[in-house]
């Protein structure tokens, strides 16, 4: 018997199992209601696997729509992130525009201190020659700006042209040895030449030694030598060393502009020295 069920247990389990079904199924086709040993046991046990089923099912449900969920926030803190960008940057264009036309607004309100004919223009790029100290400006001869014409800014003089083109002119600065400005101090009124120095920074040149010159005093230009309107600042007189010999006075100066941070600038000219009282 053994032998034959381990020979056919397929057939056998098979058999048992068709056998099983037409039990459970033959009362509900009947519709009668006798007693069932078998369907309580088996929901039973079934019962545990659904619960499983049902909470693996719902559990994973919730995984997915949490991920779908962090997938939409990561796609919008992005969005954010990039918007906080574009908002910073135009933040920053805005603050700088307002920056710029508070300087032009003064500039012209200094231009009108100025004599009729100034012109107001950009510096757009520096020399990169270790010779010359000089800066290269937006305006030309097009636009009315000639050589031999005074730059100035609103702190006080910056250089003067030294040539020019139809769209643009190279100045050069009054840090340049090269350079010259006649000036006056503005207490005692004496009078020299401001220039740059490889040595020392800009000084005051040709001061006699008899002249009573203080340190800190200001300098301005005399307007003598036609190129500046008289009594616009130059600097302040930082140290004054007369030495044993010669015939003039070692002044060191500490100019009003730093030509480095000039952006903007007024292009002038001055009144011939014959013309002026």
């Known amino acids: 018997m053994l032998s034959f069920v381990r020979r056919y247990q397929v057939l056998v389990s098979s058999f048992l199992c068709v056998l099983l079904s037409l039990y459970l199924v033959a009362p509900a086709a009947k ?24 909470a693996v099912v719902s559990g994973t ?21 990039s918007r906080i960008v574009e908002l910073e940057a135009e933040r920053n264009r805005l603050l700088e525009a307002e920056a710029t036309n508070k300087r ?12 009729p ?3 107001t223009a950009s510096v757009i790029g520096n020399s990169a020659s270790t010779w010359f100290n000089s800066v290269l400006l937006d305006k030309g001869t097009s636009h009315g700006v000639n050589k031999g014409m005074g730059v100035v800014s609103l702190m006080g003089v910056v250089g003067q042209v ?14 340049d040895p090269h350079s010259g400005v006649d000036v006056l101090t503005q207490q005692s009124r004496a009078r020299g ?29 005399s307007g003598l030598d036609g190129v500046f309107p008289k ?4 600097g302040t007189i ?21 030509p480095s941070r000039i952006e903007e600038i007024l292009v002038v000219r001055g009144q011939p020295a014959q013309a002026q009282n």
């Open 193 to 221: 030449i401001v220039a740059g120095s490889l040595e020392t920074g800009p000084i005051m040149k040709y001061v006699k030694r008899s002249e009573d010159l203080q340190e800190g005093e200001r300098l301005v230009t």
């Open 61 to 81: 449900k919730d995984v997915y729509q949490g991920y779908l969920a962090l997938i939409g926030l990561s796609a919008e803190n992005d969005r954010l992130r």
């Open 104 to 115: 032009l607004r003064e500039l012209m309100d200094f231009r009108s201190e100025l004599p």
């Open 231 to 234: 009594g616009l600042l130059v």
């Open 162 to 175: 030294v040539s020019a083109t139809s769209k643009n002119a190279k100045v050069l600065l009054i840090t």
């Open 117 to 119: 004919g100034s012109i």
């Open 31 to 54: 519709g009668g209601s006798r007693a069932d040993p078998i369907g309580p046991i088996l929901i039973a046990l079934i019962r545990p696997l659904q619960t499983g089923v049902r």
């Open 238 to 258: 930082s140290k004054v060393q007369k030495k044993s010999f010669g015939l003039f006075q070692h002044v060191e100066v500490n100019l009003a502009v730093d």
